[in-house]
């Protein structure tokens, strides 16, 4: 479902991060457009499935990876919160993600 519109998603979500100035982007987009398609792409596999579970554990996996590169994890929940406001942008008046979130 989410595969069909991650182009709108993504779109939508760096568009909120540089309009916020979120994670640095501006010194950085490259690596959080490429960020960002990883974590969409992961959600996207997880949706298909119906497995929150398989997300949380990515999500968990990706927190350990930005602390040993000393990363603010803070930076994931921000951009998790903008990429869930994306989606409901796209897919407005639907629950169905949230419990991915």
């Not at 950085?28 to 997300?55: H, T, W």
């Not at 990876?65 to 603010?72: A, D, S, T």
Request: proline share 4%.
């Amino acid at each position: 479902m989410l595969d069909q519109h991650r182009t709108d998603i993504l779109r939508l979500s760096l568009q909120k991060m540089v309009s916020e100035d979120v994670c640095d982007i501006r010194k950085n987009r490259d690596i959080c457009e490429r960020d960002m398609k990883y974590i969409l792409q992961y959600l996207s596999q997880a949706v298909d499935l119906d497995s929150p579970i398989l997300f949380r554990d990515f999500t968990t996996w990706l927190a350990d990876v930005l602390i040993n590169k000393k990363i603010p994890v803070s930076y994931l929940r921000t951009s998790y919160d903008i990429l869930h406001e994306g989606i409901h942008t796209v897919f407005p008046g639907e629950s169905w993600m949230d419990p991915f979130f």
